[in-house]
């Protein structure tokens, strides 16, 4: 159920029958859950991109959409992915499970439904997507404050989305793993978060920094990773936002770490910023 002072949580309820429809929202508005109900698997997709919904509760064996499709479709979309969804199944639980697995599906509930097993999965999914929403609002937050920090700088207007894409590209080259390139995305985007630290005066500065001016630049690797610490997902990233002004030969900065001691994902971020720095002066 929802906590005091947080808005209802929304679940939708997918199955041809009336009558499950009936009995699990009735389980559910008990509580204090706002349930929404869809008849089959199609009129389920439509709900959910019509709506905000916290946890979706869909029946396996449906008219013109199966549950599985249902749970496919929600976890390919972008807009929907992080939407929990528990399949309902009075099938052999073996087979079902593997392909609900398959489908994405985070948790099972098998017929007849229990009360208090569908209050608990409910419970807990629920959280779980209040927990991931706010990540992903703190995400965005960083990621405005990357692009204010930016769009200080005339010369650097669609830096941050250029080594995104570029870090991506090369990482997808050299065989990296998912985690890595999801990490070299989100770094392309906040990894001189720091510089919020800097004065404009010494970040824009048309001439060469001195030796304090330089010491304050230098620290904004270390002060950007200190902002970006406190979330869990971006485990991956405060190497690349600590390291990517390294260099091979131990003369960059903050710690002046040589060749293979610099994590692989800072040098691939190094690299596309100085190939982004070469490709933006000839234009």
Excluded: W
């Excluded at 706002?34 to 509760?57: F, K, S, T, W, Y």
């Excluded at 599985?68 to 929907?80: D, G, L, N, Y």
């Excluded at 997507?129 to 200080?152: G, Q, Y």
């Excluded at 404009?200 to 330089?214: H, N, S, T, V």
Aim: hydrophobic residues 40%.
């Amino acid at each position: 159920m929802s906590g005091e002072g947080m808005p209802l949580a929304t679940v939708l309820v997918a199955d041809d029958s009336e009558d499950n429809r009936e009995l699990l929202s009735q389980m559910l508005r008990v509580q204090g859950y706002r349930v929404v109900c869809a008849a089959d698997g199609a009129e389920a997709l439509d709900v959910l991109a019509g709506q905000p919904i916290d946890l979706a509760l869909v029946d396996v064996m449906m008219p013109r959409c199966t549950g599985f499709a249902v749970c496919r479709t929600v976890k390919a979309r972008p807009e929907t992915r992080l939407i929990p969804v528990v399949l309902i199944t009075g099938l052999g639980s073996g087979d079902a499970r593997i392909r609900g697995i398959e489908s994405g599906a985070d948790d099972f509930l098998n017929k007849p439904i229990r009360k208090e097993e569908l209050l608990a999965r409910v419970r807990s999914l629920v959280r779980l997507k209040r927990f991931t929403d706010e990540l992903e609002n703190a995400e965005t937050v960083l990621c405005s404050l990357a692009h204010s920090i930016e769009a200080k700088d005339p010369y650097t207007e669609g830096h941050c989305e250029r080594l995104s894409r570029y870090s991506i590209a090369l990482a997808e080259r050299l065989g990296l793993p998912e985690e890595q390139r999801v990490a070299l995305r989100r770094a392309g985007v906040v990894h001189d978060i720091g510089k919020v630290a800097v004065p404009e005066q010494i970040l824009l500065k048309p001439g060469p920094l001195d030796p304090d001016e330089r010491r304050i630049m230098e620290n904004h690797p270390v002060i950007g990773e200190r902002i970006c610490a406190p979330l869990k997902s971006f485990r991956n990233v405060l190497p690349i936002i600590r390291h990517h002004h390294e260099r091979m030969d131990g003369t960059g900065y903050p710690d002046h770490l040589r060749g293979s001691h610099i994590p692989l994902s800072a040098r691939v971020l190094q690299t596309v910023d100085i190939y982004d720095a070469m490709k933006s002066s000839h234009t």
